[in-house]
């Protein structure tokens, strides 16, 4: 049986889908991959534990202490479901998908690269998979190569094989779901390419585990970075999921409280994973959220979601076929609820702040993916990017806008 999808429900839950926006038009949120908007069910939780639980965790002996610190370990084994790790042991909490690739190339690369060794991205990712690597491969004197894109915007993987081929690669990082093309990566398929070569693989999974179930246990990845304020839970919270033994030879990156075993003036060692990757006072409040993003995910159902999305990705993709002077940028046959495009005469900006006045929200730029717009030869673009409370009606809003606007610089 197949339960229709309830958007109206689904909208009821966010309170700020019914704010006014430049004081008449109703506001219409595709920006959703810059950072999602938070359910009811999130606020509670967030405000709950401030009234009723806040202390510091792992630290006091008393009962708030306790009461903190069972919500923040019990939002760990939540998002560990969520996943499907095999351990809470595997999650680290971060702020962010950006703190958590960063994570792995200080304690991870930092010590393990050697002269000569390869870090295999590719020319699709956010700066946040570009640049840690360029970091620490300039103080390694090992490389980053590039894998570059067919002209649909998938992955070349007849460019990752020779790469790895070449057996001088360490670690292949690689975007889940490109935050401009909207291509959904082979994960599966890349981890054991990876493997296969004696490499690891990271997945930046930032704007692909809001809207697909992830089961890094099937995908067979090492690590997988991802943001809670991008699948409705607050900022400032972020997840680094890493195979346990791999987490486990991991040396620590900071240091400071509640990472540690024993500490002496002459030297420290440290705790297990994950605490050894959470120095200083946590996100808790943060983490606590993000456990309530993950049962409200959860109750709707990750499947449910996908396919919603998907079919209101395809709808705006017909919508915008159809719009003569707007080219949409990406048509990788997998793909995530980002569409990128440019419009004929019009700078990206220019378009946005049009949009705005009509109360849409989307973004335009570089998207953070300054090296991929080189690659397309565009300076900048603008996209519309939705999320699981997203309506048709909202599409309609904001292609009907965009038709006037482009019909008008044509
Ligand atoms: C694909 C991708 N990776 C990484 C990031 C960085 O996420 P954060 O700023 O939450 O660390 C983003 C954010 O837009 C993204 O889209």
Known sequence: MTIAYDTARVRADFPILSRVHHADVPLVYLDNAATSQKPQAVLDAVDHFYRHDNANVHRGLHLLSEAATEAYESARRKVAGFINARSWREIVFTRGTTESINLVAQAWARTHLRPGDIILSTVMEHHANIVPWQMVTAATSAEVHYIPLEPDGALDLDAVKQALDAGRVRLLTVTHASNVLGTVNPIRKLAQMAHAAGAFILVDGAQAVAHQPVDVAALDVDFYAFSGHKMCAPTGIGVLYG???I?????????????????????????????????????????????????????IGMEAVHARVSELTAYTLAWLAD????????????????????????????????????????????????????????????????????????????????????????
């Open 243 to 245: 195979r346990r033994e």
């Open 247 to 299: 987490l486990e030879a991991m040396p620590p990156w900071m240091g400071g409280g509640d990472m540690i075993e024993q500490v002496t003036l002459a030297g420290s060692t440290y705790a297990a994973p994950p605490n050894r990757f959470e120095a200083g006072t946590p996100p808790i409040a943060g983490a606590v959220g993000l456990g309530a993003a993950v049962d409200y995910l959860t109750g």
């Open 323 to 410: 719009i003569p002077g707007v080219q949409v940028i990406g048509r990788a046959p997998h793909r995530a609820p980002v569409v990128a495009f440019t419009v004929k005469g019009l700078h990206a900006h220019d378009t946005a702040q049009m949009l705005d006045l009509s109360g849409i929200a989307v973004r335009a730029g570089h998207h953070c993916a300054m090296p991929l717009h080189t690659d397309l030869g565009l300076p900048a673009t603008v996209r519309a990017s939705l999320a699981l409370y997203t309506s048709r009606a909202e599409i309609d809003t904001f292609a009907r806008a965009l038709r006037d606007i482009a019909h008008v610089h044509a």
